[in-house]
């Protein structure tokens, strides 16, 4: 997530007021539309900071559903079944799509693909930490579905209604997509702690492995967040991260006591007084390792990514050369 160094000055930090001033007569009567739940449109004035913003967090959205592919990838070669393999196929074909809808969204604020995509080739861009963790077994694809994509629809339901339309617009479409993901995710996790012992036993041991890394992706704490107060200002984020991080400990505790599993926190308790459960630490010096690249998959993930853009030089020289062609003979 350095995609804050896209498009801006060197040194400037997204969500930092840019340092030409703003005209204060336009600002007031964009705040103000913010403030009346409107949506900002491609060609509407906007502060360079809410553009700044804006292509950070999608742009970084779009890699990580992107990268997201690799980890789930890895396993439709080995999938138990015909109906599983389908199933799995369908849904990393979805990330693939969900990440074009965001570049595409990205690029109406001026970014362009080539731009972006080199942002993630660099290193200078990053993408969720989540995929960072290997995916040793077949559990961890139910792991994956019912957890990460049930935070990732979490926090993606309440950007339905972020400010700018393009990104809310993409979100709708995404989140019917990740409703699907999540429950298949839950529905083999269901499967496998319905079967045999050792089924159970390789459940409890992806949940004991994905549910930490699965709260870390709404992001740090929100006294140590430093996007979240203007975000929410301008109503990019509707919601902060330890808001969206508690909600989603609230569904998912309830869920894993379905299925027989114990959530692998010996701190997590309800709370009656605040009508939410508790929950331990988060080893936040783990975070900050993996936003640093430092993750156990990290080096892997960027060379598949590198890797395949490189073999797919030839589609993009070869759709280059065929759209020209079109051209000329149509001038012709
Ligand atoms: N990983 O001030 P904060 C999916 C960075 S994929 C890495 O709170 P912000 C799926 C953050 O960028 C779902 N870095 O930031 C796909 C910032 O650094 P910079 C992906 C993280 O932006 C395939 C710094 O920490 N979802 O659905 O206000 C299969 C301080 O943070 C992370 C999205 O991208 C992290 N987890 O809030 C299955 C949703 N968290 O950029 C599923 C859209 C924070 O200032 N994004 N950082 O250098 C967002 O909602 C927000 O960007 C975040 C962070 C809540 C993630």
Redesign the pocket.
Known sequence: ????ELQSAPGQ???IPASAPEDPVKLAAFEARVAADEFIEPKDWMPEAYRRTLV??IS??AH??IV??LP?GNWITRAPTLRRKAVLLAKVQD?GG?GLYLYSAAETLGASREEMIDALHSGRA??????NYPTLNWADIGA?GWL??GA??M??VA?QRTSYGPYARAMVRICKE?SF?QRQGYELMLAMCNGTAEQKRMAQDALNRWWWPSL?????RDDN????AQ?IRWRI?RET?DQ?RQRFVDVTVPQAEYLGLTVPDPALKWNEARGHYDIGEIDWEE?YA??RGEGMTSLERMKARRDAWDEGAWVRDAAQAHAEKRQRRAAA
């Open positions: 997530m350095y995609t804050t930090k997204a969500g950070r967090q970084q959205h990580s559903e997201g592919m789930e990330e969900h990053k993408y969720s930490t989540i995929f994956i990460v994509d990732a629809i926090n993606q950007l990740e993901h870390m992706m709404f992001g740090p967040s430093p996007n979240s975000s984020k991260n969206l975070f993996v936003v």
